[in-house]
């Protein structure tokens, strides 16, 4: 498995003008690999879902420098080839799980596009191939022939996993894959990302605002707060022992559920 | 021969066998057949009316009867033959208007509902555009086709071009909203995700998911499209005097109905009403939206449209 890293130096989106825009993340410099599981958590606003979509390209850097292997996003961007390669490599799932797929084509029709296009296989090898990733995340293949609104929120979410996990991606970027959705769906889908991280070597950086998920799935936590990180370490130092101010607040929300949290860390 | 066209047509059998398209909607031909018997009678109808259409057959204003099965007008006209041979022009006019109108509407709304928040040129021209509809809204319609008739001459394609530009505003708004809505949905990002370049997204998720408003105001812009031509008859510049064309028949005959006699405009009014209904069941037949819950209810019922993992399997 080839390794694959994201290095980000002081990186900073502003929507808008100079003037009257709004800076949306500011000063963030990291470095993600394919051996990691971060966790980046913060309130609404707080900026991360920016910063996930500046790693899958969707979104380009304000000001700083995102590099994915060495090489500029915007240089990704600019060739065919290479930002075919990095979608190969980082894929996305993302949170709204209503409009996730376009409602006038199948799942499975949404799901062999990408192994088709990214990864060039044909049209009987993606058909096979969906089959196979929509077994492993526990659904039958033969529910993949409805349109999206056949199936219900959390099934629905599992599809768009096995959509993103078709072209076998080295990064998995999750912004808040399972806010949305029941508490009993979200753990077998928490589950099945940790271990797809820990047999794959795939990377995980996972969005979100709960801190109980995000701790159960994550080994090192960035806390974001108005556009910056204000604390960064491994998530059992960082739920122990916080040192920023916010973080200090943030856990005291929880404070009513310590002994879930402490049993997650450990 | 048959070495060469093989392997085309074996590829096109594992195209359709591993296709995972979505079962198409069956056209209900039930509601298309009242538009295509009034295509048929405005095709053959006026070799088989009675009298011409255009000269005079009998005495002035005669009621209803077996000679004149409508009566005749206020000039001693059939009404029966006339009102058979205006099928022709108003089908040909308002399907032309209707078509011309919704893609002149699609191309400007998409275009303007994908770019008008773009910054830079993009989203100036767009946004210009809108402002230009705008203006295009603002002058009354009938004095809009007043101009591009005096301009151009009353015909069927001024009038058609005249009109397509006078309701064209109706459906970019449509379309427009209808993309504003779509381009935030997160299956464009996914699609962006799956590596298709904007050009590609457009095609396959924003027009598909967009289109379907202005389809289903077809049947009313069709009904629209017959008025037009009936209140730009009665200003004087729809289509000259003796030609057929059921607008300027109702409006000339408003005199008539006021003092009593009422066939010379009902029969061409109730005319214009079949007709308004049964091309807004055809349009309905053909355009209506696909309920997503309808197909997701056949895909889980019906026999599979695409092969199941056990017929793959099987195949294997």
Redo the contacts between chains.
Sequence with gaps: MNAAEFVLEDVAKRFGSERRGHVAVKGLTDRFSNTQSVGIIGESGSGKSTLG?ML?A?ETATSGSIRFNGEEIADIRASKPK??QF?RDV??I???TT????????L???I???AM??TGLS??E???K??QVVELLGLS??M???????VSGGQRQRF?IA??LIVEPRILVCDEVVSALDVSVQGGILNFLKTYHRDREAGIIFISHGLPATSFISSELRVMFQGEFVEAGSTRRVVTEPEADYTKKLLAGYRAVPETLEAEVA | MTTATLPLTAARA??R??????PRRRIDFLLLLPSLLIVLLAIVGPFLTPYSATTISGAVSSAPSMAHLFGTDSVGLDVFSRVIGAARYNLVIAVATTLLCTVIGVVFGLGIGWFESARGAAGLVARGTTRLFDLLQAVPAILLGLVIVSFFGASVISLTVGMAIILAPIQMRLVRIEVLRVRK???L????????NELKLLA??VL??SIWVALENMSFLFATSILLTAALGFVGVGLRPPTPEWGSMISSATNDALTGRWWSAAFPSIAMMITVWAFSNASHALFGR?A??K???A??SSS???P??EA?AEA?
């Design positions: 979509r899958c969707l930002l075919i979608r894929q996305l993302g949170q709204d409009s996730s797929f376009d409602p006038r084509h199948s499975r029709e949404s062999m596009y990408p296009s990214l049209r009987k993606a058909y096979e969906t089959d293949p033969k993949a022939d409805r349109p999206s609104e056949g768009a959509r993103a | 594992e195209r066998k591993y296709s995972a398209k979505l949905e997160a299956y990002d996914a699609a962006r995700m799956a590596g298709q396959r998720h598909p998911n696909i997503p819950k197909l997701a209810a895909a889980a599979p449209v695409v199941s993992s793959a294997r």
